[in-house]
């Protein structure tokens, strides 16, 4: 428990902005939850705050910093970022745009299986907090934890945040892989090949290969893959029944950020030469070169090696 209400401002009214806000209510902290949309402007609501969380799409990340960057933070503020994405201007995590724009603000990552209709249901949920400043994040895991929200302290932010972000490529290969009733074989091997590639791109660009298998890793990997709720494994599954990437597109509820972070992993990878045959084949799907049982067979055929 806290010792005294927060003013927390939520950045981004979407359903995972909604959701981190009824958390933060629980303490009574004093909630503010705020989008473009929102009849006050930015500089209004931050005034105060001791909690700046963004919740924004990828697409949001660098237009909320640059309005930010205009305006006076609150000198005490910890900056949080919910978002699973890839920036694809720079290849960036959101973490690390908001750490470079305010270098003198403690930047806590928040990631986990977390799929926000479980949470707004009340139902049991873990999730890490994760920076560098372990206070800041110590902060930020009395504020969200609840009874039935258990949230774990780390200092891997990179690790943390790409985990999450990883996965959602991987959740549309298991949408494909359901949707195309390949079975529970098929489906176990994708996602024990996933980690390992999740791994490899991970430890390539600086985080720890420990945080994978924790919560913001294995745990959002097996939750989003095995989840209809997941917009990524939405995408996924609809591509196998047949849909074009629009037709899905017009009926998702939210943002898929699997489908730009495909994109940005592909560009990654193809400049500094990383394996990623799971992510080639989303990349070549969602791009409409081939066909989902193509993709399969593409994984199966390749050359054999060892695990
Ligand atoms: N939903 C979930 O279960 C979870 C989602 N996440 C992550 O959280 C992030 C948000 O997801 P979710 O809430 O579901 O997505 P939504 O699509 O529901 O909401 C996205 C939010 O971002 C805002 N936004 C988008 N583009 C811009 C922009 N250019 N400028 C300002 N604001 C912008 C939207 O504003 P507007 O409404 O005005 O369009 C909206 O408030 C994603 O990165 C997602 O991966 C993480 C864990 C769980
Ligand atoms: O990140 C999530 C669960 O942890 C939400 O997944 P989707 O964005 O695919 O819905």
């Not at 994405?85 to 403690?106: M, N, V």
């Not at 949230?151 to 949408?175: H, Q, R, W």
């Not at 997941?230 to 009926?251: F, M, P």
């Amino acid at each position: 428990m806290t010792e005294k209400p927060k003013n927390i401002t939520i950045v981004g009214a979407g359903m995972w902005g909604t959701a981190l806000g009824v958390l933060a209510s629980h303490h009574h902290h004093h909630v503010r939850l705020w989008s473009r949309r929102c009849p006050e402007n930015l500089a209004s609501v931050i005034v105060d705050a001791d909690v700046i969380l963004s919740a924004v799409s990828m697409g949001g990340v660098t237009p909320i910093i640059k309005q930010l960057q205009d305006l006076n933070l609150p000198k005490k503020a910890i900056i949080v970022t919910a978002t699973k994405g890839l920036d694809p201007a720079t290849t960036l995590t959101p973490s690390r745009l908001w750490q470079s724009a305010f270098p003198d603000y403690p930047v806590v990552v928040l990631s986990g299986p977390n799929l926000s209709k479980e949470i707004q249901q009340n139902l049991p949920a873990a999730t890490a907090v994760a920076s560098t400043d372990l206070t800041a994040a110590e902060t930020i895991q009395v504020i969200f934890a609840t009874e039935k929200f258990r949230v774990y302290v780390n200092s891997d932010p990179l690790g943390t945040e790409l985990g999450g972000t990883l996965k959602n490529v991987v959740a549309i290969a298991a949408g494909v892989c359901d949707g195309l009733h390949l079975g529970t074989n098929a489906k176990a091997a994708l996602l024990t090949r996933a980690l390992p590639e999740i791994i490899r791109v991970g430890t390539y660009l600086g985080a720890e290969k420990e945080t994978f298998f924790g919560l913001s890793g294995l745990g959002d990997l097996l939750a989003t893959c095995n989840s209809p709720l997941s917009r990524n494994y939405q995408v996924g599954y609809g591509l196998a029944q047949g849909k074009t990437l629009e037709e899905i597109l017009a009926h998702l509820e939210g943002t898929a950020e699997g489908i730009n972070t495909t994109n940005v992993l592909v560009q990654i990878a193809t400049e500094q030469n990383l394996y990623v045959p799971i992510a080639t084949q989303v990349y070549r799907l969602l791009r409409g070169e081939i066909s989902p049982l193509t993709a399969v067979k593409s994984l199966m055929e390749r050359d054999l090696k060892s695990e």
